[in-house]
């Protein structure tokens, strides 16, 4: 790991850890949304890298169509596991995506 990214993870006091993962625990998942299972405003539904299903509870079409746009960008995701039982399940509080890259051509 670069300096860059070695400061990052001192000043924010994080980790990379894996695990398992706890039904009623919350955890910050980093990834992207690979698919929408759902689109309907107030019940979206997304698979977060290929494999977790995470229900959103947005109400907004706006937001809806934000989030489609941001697809396939790296995210964090904080989620509280709803289940395990044939792959992973959460309910998702709260998305957090970068600030966004402009390229020149």
């Known amino acids: 790991m670069d300096n860059n990214g070695q400061n990052f993870f001192e ?5 990379v850890t894996s695990g398992e993962v706890e039904v009623g625990n919350t955890y910050p998942i ?3 949304i690979t698919k929408f ?13 290929f494999s977790i299903r995470a229900n959103m509870a947005i109400p907004d079409q706006s937001k809806v ?6 697809s396939f960008e790296p995210g964090i995701f904080v989620s509280t596991v709803k289940s395990k039982e044939g792959g992973i399940e959460v309910d998702c509080s709260t998305v957090v995506f970068g600030k966004r890259q402009n390229y020149n051509a």
Do not use: A, I, T
Not at 65 to 70: A, F, I, S, T
């Open 30 to 32: 980093y990834g992207m």
């Open 37 to 49: 299972l759902s689109d309907e405003p107030g019940s979206v539904v997304v698979e977060l890298n």
């Open 65 to 70: 169509e934000l989030l489609k746009e941001r």
């Open 11 to 15: 000043k924010f006091g994080l980790e």
